[in-house]
């Protein structure tokens, strides 16, 4: 029951198997039971939840029969909420009660989805491990000696453990898709502007996109059919026509070309991970798709460009919390400049400092042409590179992580975080669509592979993974004991 | 490479107050991911025009018109601290 998908539970909410109502007093009853050693949630809102599922079940007895009514999902933390705490993971939040609703949970709230809860992160969405929280790590539901990943750790474990049908996340470099390849989930970044990003708390503003933690590609559709499109209150937002992305994932993948950059399997690639994706390749070229050498010169670069801009990005975003507006202030202040540095010195946990630290440096003056423009001038080359590649295939595979999610208790260096992205933080320099689906098992924990499309072409992408997991049962493994 | 006074001046302009430990700590890690970068100042990019946003659309205009409505009490419950419409800090001028 807790591993079904979300079009599975909708079809048994038409049937009246259960009511939604029932199904949201499962899903309580599941966190109430495995979240203390899970720690995926900051805030569960029971009373709520409940609130929705009887709405949802009064809307469906009314004749109304939409996808998303009366499914439980959770969001991560980072999603203004009113009325419900948003604490991004940090103590500085830990007392902010946004007075609206993101675009987003507006979005879901009206198509009748029902919130279970705020889920756990990486403060600020910063570190890749889901232990950098203010609340605590987010354990790994499949091993809990290893980092379950991030930032959208409580995103990734609450589904795969079965704490939630779905969750929303953002990805600001990988942090969908790693925690989706290290649970065996999907999770799919949309293209920079497909889905508002008013009202998410924002890491890097020119990488950040709002998507989704889901069993299944189709699952995926569902959600950003209610979620994409323009949003006049997000100045980044794109005009670009919604198609209906469920209506594509059923047709055949012959004459789909998918690309594979072979000089990327390199390096520190753990080579049975790098084996697991060339067979889903096959497993695609099975299915009717071909296979296209590409090459993307520059991609090798991507993680040291998104290191500059994406820290720049961040640093300027978190000087919005200084101890006056909102959020935490310090105890007694002595004078106003102590209360803004005590305040942002005991209010933000560590790595949320040194990264806004690095920030200010490469845009500090003597810095700024040779990091920060430099880096802007790459992020062009970069972008360019996927532009050529899209000449001749229609999506491109790589692994989304180089190897298995590292021991909890890893010594790790200052750049662990950054590197961890390798694979995943161009299509966020790109702007580019991008989803993470299981493709194997390794030391009996899953492998991700990862699909990249041209900008807009989310449907080409949920065809793609919707075609190989109707050939394949990788995604419907899930964790022992949950 | 930083120095220690490189990290203080940064410590200063993102108003951080840190110990000598941490501002020590920051030192390390910051000259580490530094040094992950060096290999980019040797690409040549100056006919290339920097990218600031990924799809590039210009920013759209709206007509001059007011759009939002005075929520001054609601915005302002979540500070810690206020008086009559005005966030309070501690004195500036004396």
């Known amino acids: 029951m807790q591993h079904k998908t979300m079009a599975q539970l909708a079809q048994a909410l038409t049937n009246k ?122 354990n790994n539901p499949w091993d809990n000696s290893r980092i379950v990943g991030g930032a959208a750790s409580g995103s990734a474990a609450a589904v795969a453990a079965g704490l939630a049908a779905a969750s929303t996340a953002m990805d600001s470099g990988g942090d969908i898709r790693l925690p989706a390849a290290f649970n065996g989930l999907t999770g799919l970044k949309p293209t920079y502007g497909r889905v508002s990003r008013w009202g998410m708390t924002a890491y890097a503003s020119s990488f950040d996109q709002a998507g989704f933690l889901t069993r299944t590609a189709e699952d995926s559709a569902l959600l950003l059919n209610v979620c994409a499109g323009f949003d006049e209150r997000d100045s980044t937002s794109a005009q670009e026509a919604v198609p209906d992305y469920s209506s594509t994932l059923k047709q055949p993948l012959t004459g789909l070309r998918i690309g594979i950059a072979r000089a990327l399997f390199n390096g520190d690639l753990n080579s049975h991970i790098g084996e697991a994706v060339l067979a889903s390749a096959e497993q695609l070229q099975q299915l009717g798709a071909t296979l296209v050498d590409i090459e993307l010169p520059h991609a090798e670069h991507a993680v040291a460009i998104a290191t500059i801009i994406g820290t720049a990005e961040a640093s300027t975003n978190m000087s919005r919390f200084d101890g006056v507006r909102f959020g935490y202030r310090c105890e007694n202040p002595r004078d106003l400049a102590d209360l803004y540095q005590r305040s942002r010195s005991e209010g933000l946990g560590e790595l949320v400092q040194r990264r806004t630290l690095l920030g200010a440096y490469y845009l500090s003056a003597e810095q700024y042409q040779d990091y920060y423009v430099q880096a802007q001038r790459i992020r062009r080359l970069v972008k360019q590179d996927y532009m050529e590649a899209f000449k001749q295939v229609d999506l491109i595979l790589s692994p989304t992580s180089a190897d298995l999610p590292r021991a909890v208790n890893a010594t790790v260096d200052a750049n662990a975080d950054f590197l961890t992205q390798r694979y995943t933080v161009a299509a966020n320099l790109a702007g580019l669509p991008a989803l993470s689906l299981p493709v194997g098992l390794l030391e009996q924990l899953p492998v991700g592979a990862q699909l990249i499309a041209p900008h807009f072409h989310e449907a080409r992408l949920l065809n793609a993974a919707h075609q190989y997991q109707q050939a394949t049962d990788w995604h419907t493994r899930t964790p022992a004991g949950f | 490479m930083l120095t220690h006074q490189d990290v203080e001046k940064l410590a200063k302009l993102t108003q951080l107050a840190l110990s000598d430990t941490a501002l020590a700590e ?69």
């Open chain 1, 17 to 138: 198997e259960f009511s939604a109502r029932e199904l949201t007093e499962y899903y309580l009853q599941r966190i109430k039971q495995h979240d203390p050693a899970l720690n995926c949630f900051v805030t569960v809102t029971a009373e709520q939840a409940l609130q929705q599922a009887e709405q949802a079940d009064a809307r469906r007895a009314a004749g109304e029969s939409t996808p998303l009514l009366g499914i439980p999902l959770a969001h991560q933390d980072l999603f203004c909420t009113q009325e419900v705490r948003t604490s991004c993971g940090s103590k500085m939040l830990d007392n902010f009660v946004a007075p609206y609703n993101a675009q987003l949970i507006e979005q879901l709230n009206q198509a009748g989805a029902v919130s279970l809860g705020k889920l756990n992160m990486d403060e600020f969405s910063m570190g890749c491990s889901g232990q950098t929280s203010f609340y605590g790590a987010c």
């Open chain 2, 26 to 94: 920051h030192l390390q890690a910051l000259n580490q991911t530094t040094s992950l970068l060096s290999p980019i100042k040797n690409i040549a990019t100056t006919t290339i025009e920097p990218l600031i946003s990924p799809l590039e659309i210009n920013q759209r205009l709206r007509a001059d018109v007011v759009s939002e409505t005075n929520q001054r009490d609601r915005y302002q419950s979540l500070a810690p601290a206020v008086e009559n419409g005005l966030y309070l800090v501690p004195k500036v001028l004396d």
